[in-house]
Each structure stands twice: as structure tokens, then as C-alpha cells.
């Protein structure tokens, strides 16, 4: 147990973030599928982990800035359903940045043989920044900045 | 234990299905209140009891129809956020009807002690009718012609 | 909406608490029968009424008590199988009492025709009494006393 | 894109199988630690990754052997609460395999900056081999041969 085995943060593709799934049967339900309330879990799975890669976790957003997201809304397209044991990428992309919000896009894949194969599922959600108490807060600077320069930059 | 207590398939006001909801720890995430994921699945529950109410439930449709809801896409609008032991009344409706498929509206509320306060969420949920392939399928006959009825009452 | 449906908190059949549970989509796998790990959730659910029935809710024992209860031990036999749809009734029965701590008896059946069917899951929860930050506390003398009497009383 | 970030499948270190998992907001809940009821679900992704890296996933139990795996008691022990962002190691170990079960032995650990940090959770999981109507099934040979070494293996 030289090195221990770490979770895996994902990685940036230029602007856009990638963060592989694997399916357990505790996402699944008795249509054999992927439960469709899970899709939000796996999204944000992935954008914690985006947040984490471009600086920021979710215990020092608390405890240094006093800051939480907060999902205002979420809008789900299911393409195809994903099954156990399948392998998903999420791709995890800025679509745009408010005072105190972010919108972020995010398409779910089957990762096949060869590469990426069906779409299964493709979220847009907007985000609010709010303090503890739930008022809306700006970005601190730096982390305005990284997302403004990962919105603008070509895919 | 003459009377077995047994569990609640809310009921119908109107064209609108009612159904109450308790949150407990399962639910709620470390901000404290209820896990945004989880609002689908307190709809899902709703939108399970009122065709149970109008008639249908899930083993029924698979093993006598062979058919299945699957979910094609949803919008959700956060409004207010429910924290543990909240009592939440889900209301659904029928908003659309097509040949193969169902748009539900479903709005959560808090109970409060002199009735509905908070509006908490606002759903609506395509819904596709499909055999156990994934091929759409058209309603039973009585359970679309009981939807019909519901989508065009005055609430 | 006269009167609002309101969720149940079961009920007391001597000393042993009574809670009715439906099986939904988001309980169960694609082994199509409850996910093993869920049976904790209907078991957390189910204590949680007992005490909001004997006297005591969530919010109520944080706010004015300071006090959380902590799993510190399951112990959980699975039976038979549950599936979609199902109607489960949970049983709880106090065990034993320790200064800061309680063993609860739950038992999860299938609720039949004609009254309680298969024997579904078996456990047994020691949970500790705690503040929050985790340091071991005395039940309030009032809610003690009513524990001791159920754990007393004959079923 | 060249190549796709993969999900892990953790590894041995002897006949340990060690599986990273980073703690997320939908595990957690408003004691703003882990629900107790999700170590059953970081337990079984590690079991699932510890076949697979032996030589059988689900699909393939299932299609090609019509063997599914069915947690028939579960013995778990709190030790410590984890809490949003920590990472985790679960170390699992074949403690005892009978004709048509096996007994897996799982300890989940905070991993820390200077490796493993405190016991979270202490697992015993008897699980039956089943067919799919439920019936006691025997391990194909080459993997109960593979299974009986990693029991009799040092760690």
C-alpha cells in the first residue's frame, strides 16, 4: 500500500471538463435502467469536481468565503437510458456567468469501445451563489475570472 | 393490530392529485436542506399514487399492458428550499396529453399550521408511454379517456 | 382543499410502533426488488415517527436539546425479497436503554390481503444519544421514562 | 480527447482490494456527515470493482452465468462520521467462502494527507449466491479457485 489509490477529480479538455462514471446498482431501479432523478447526481458529482480542478472545493467555499451553490433550476433531456455497470462521461461546460449565478451545460455519454457513443442524458441547471443564509454573492475575483476565461474559450 | 396502518395514495381535489410528503434525514443534504435531486423523486412518488388512484398501478401496467412510463425530459424550478421534518404536499396535474406521452405539471408546497405556505418547486415532466423495448405505445383506452377527463376539468 | 392530506406518523399498537411504507422506483434496483441498503432508510423513517408519536421530533430535540442520535451499530438480516409497489409495514420495539444510548428491534413484513405476509428484513440498531458535537448525552427525564415504559411493556 | 478519462476499478495490494471514493452532497445529509445508510452503497461499489478486477462483472454474472450476488446479512459497525469532500478508501478482504456464499470483510478509511487516517466504518457482509429466481447457485469453478486464494492469502 505504497501509494494509495485516490478518487479521481476528472480533467479539463480546454474549456470543457470530463469526469467518468461507473453505473452500481444503487443508481439503478427495477426498469433495469438508471434511475432518472440520479442524472442530477451524477452532474453534480461532475461539477464539484470541475469547481475542485479550477480551484475550489466545496469546504473552502464555506469556510473561506462563506459560500454555497444553490441549483435554481434544472432542465433534463433523457436521450437514451443507461444501464449497470455502464461507463458515463459527463462533459461539463460554462454556458454563462451572472452577478451571482453561472449556467453550466452538461452532457452525459455511454463510454464504449471506441470512444464516446450514445447520449443519454443533457442538463443545462443554473446555479445561484448565495451566502449561508441563502442572499445572493458575487465570485470571489480569481474564481470569476477562470470561469469567465472557460465560458469564452473555444471547444 | 385489527387495522393494519397502510400507506397513503394522497387523493384527488378536483383534476388535481394531492399528495403529502414527510421529509426526513435520508433526504436532506450537509447545506441542510432537502437534496435538490430529491424533488423528482418525491414527484415520482406523486405521480405513482394519482394513476393508482385513477386506476393503474406500475405491476398492473407492466404485466397487463406491458407498458411503461419513461421519463423524456424534465424542468425543474427551485423556489424555496425544505429543510428535514417539513411536511410538503405534492400537487399534480395532467397538463398534456399526445398519443404516446403525458406532460404532468407538479407543484410542491410546505404544509404549514394554517395550511399551504411556501411554494418549494415547480415541475413539469414529459412522459413517455413505451413498452418494455423502449417502442412507444399508446394509452389503454379507460386510462386515457380518465386522463382526457383530468387535463380538461377546471381545477 | 378543505383538509389538506397530511403524511402519516404511524401508530402505537401497545409498545411497538406500527409505520406503513409503499415501494417506489427509487427503492428498488435493477435486480427489480429493494436495494439492501435502503431498508436502512425505511428503518431510519420509521423511528423517527415513533419518537415524533412519543413525543419528541427532529428539529425539537437540536433545537431545545442539543441532542442527535448517532447510528453506532446495524445489524440487518434480509429475509425475503421486497418489490415495487409493495406495502411494508415496519415494527419498532424499544430493546434496551443505556444511559446514553438505546437498542431498537425493527422488523420489516409485507402487508398482504389479509394482514401482515413474508418477513422481509430483520434489525436490530444500537444508537447513541449524542450533542452535536458528537459527545455522549442523558435523554430529557420525560422522554426516558416513556422509553423505559415501552421497553417494559409486554407487545 | 485523445484519451477518455476511465472510472476506476481500485486494485489488490495482496488480497486486499483497495477502491477510492470521494464523499459528495447527495451522501451526506443534514448532520452534515455521511447518511448511515450509504456505507451499504461504498461497500458494494467496492465489491463490484473487486469482482470485476478478479474477472467478473454483473453483466457478465449474469448473462453468460445467471449467478447474482444477494446480500443476505449485514453487520456494520460507526466508528467515525465522514464528511462532504473527504476521500475514502474501502479495503475489502474474502473472509470466509461457503458452496454457495461468501463472507467479505470491509473497512472504510479517511485518507489523509499522510495516508490512511481514521476508521470510518467497520463492514460484514454475508452474501448468497443466487440464481435469478433466487435459488442457491455455486460459484463457477476458476472463480471460486481465485476467491479461495485471496481468503487464504497473507495480507
Known amino acids: 500500500m505504497a501509494t494509495l489509490p485516490r478518487p479521481t477529480c476528472g480533467e479539463m479538455d480546454g474549456p470543457v471538463h470530463l469526469y467518468p462514471i461507473r453505473v452500481y446498482y444503487?443508481?439503478?431501479?427495477?426498469?433495469?435502467?438508471?434511475?432518472?432523478?440520479?442524472?442530477?447526481?451524477?452532474?453534480?458529482?461532475?461539477r464539484?469536481?470541475?469547481?475542485?480542478?479550477?480551484g475550489?472545493?466545496?469546504?473552502?467555499?464555506?469556510?473561506t468565503?462563506?459560500?454555497?451553490?444553490a441549483v435554481h433550476s434544472a432542465d433534463?433531456?433523457?436521450?437514451?437510458q443507461a444501464k449497470l455497470d455502464d461507463e458515463l462521461l459527463v462533459q461539463t461546460h460554462v454556458q454563462a456567468l451572472g452577478g451571482a449565478s453561472?449556467?453550466?451545460?452538461?452532457?452525459i455519454n455511454r463510454i464504449g469501445v471506441s470512444g464516446l457513443e450514445d447520449a443519454i442524458a443533457d442538463l443545462t441547471l443554473k446555479i445561484a451563489i448565495v451566502d449561508e443564509?441563502?442572499?445572493?454573492?458575487?465570485?470571489?475575483?480569481?474564481?470569476?475570472?477562470t470561469l469567465k476565461r472557460l465560458r469564452d474559450?473555444?471547444?
Open 56 to 63: 475550489l472545493d466545496h469546504i473552502d467555499m464555506i469556510e
Open 133 to 145: 443564509a441563502g442572499r445572493p454573492k458575487r465570485l470571489p475575483g480569481d474564481l470569476s475570472a
Open 65 to 69: 468565503h462563506g459560500l454555497v451553490f
Open 48 to 54: 464539484t469536481e470541475m469547481m475542485r480542478v479550477v
Open 76 to 80: 433534463v433531456k433523457y436521450l437514451k
Open 26 to 46: 444503487e443508481e439503478t431501479d427495477a426498469g433495469r435502467m438508471v434511475y432518472h432523478g440520479n442524472y442530477l447526481k451524477f452532474a453534480e458529482r461532475a
Open 102 to 107: 453561472m449556467t453550466m451545460r452538461q452532457k
Open 153 to 155: 474559450e473555444k471547444g
